[in-house]
């Protein structure tokens, strides 16, 4: 795995082309499932600035927030339109379906 500063270089050095799909659907609809971003859990867990950064750069400049649902999934939302209860419900909904799907 990569350390923390590598992975922060990793994301500060990202091009803004593959963030940009993940702006648009915040501006859209104010929430991005960990499947629609270029960023991984583990880029929340160490970096989560550095990507607030790059999503500002890129053009979104309200704050964002991240959520995640038991490991499985996560969600970036705009805590401006959605509170994080809402966002978790939504995450559990959604990876209950998927794990019905599997089976």
């Keep these: 795995m990569l350390d923390v500063l590598q ?4 994301v500060n050095q990202m091009p803004l082309e593959h963030i940009r799909a993940t702006v648009e659907e915040l501006r859209l609809e104010g929430l991005v499932t960990g499947n629609r971003t270029p960023f991984k859990r583990v880029h929340f867990n160490t970096c989560f600035a550095e990507i607030e950064a790059l999503l500002q750069r890129a053009g979104y ?3 964002v927030d991240v959520v995640g649902y038991q490991g499985q999934v996560y969600a970036l939302f705009d805590p401006s339109r959605w509170e994080a209860v809402e ?6 909904e959604y990876a209950e379906e998927a794990q019905r799907q599997r089976v």
Excluded: E, G, I
């Design 87 to 92: 966002v978790l419900r939504w995450l559990k």
């Design 7 to 10: 992975l922060k270089n990793k």
């Design 61 to 63: 400049h309200r704050p």
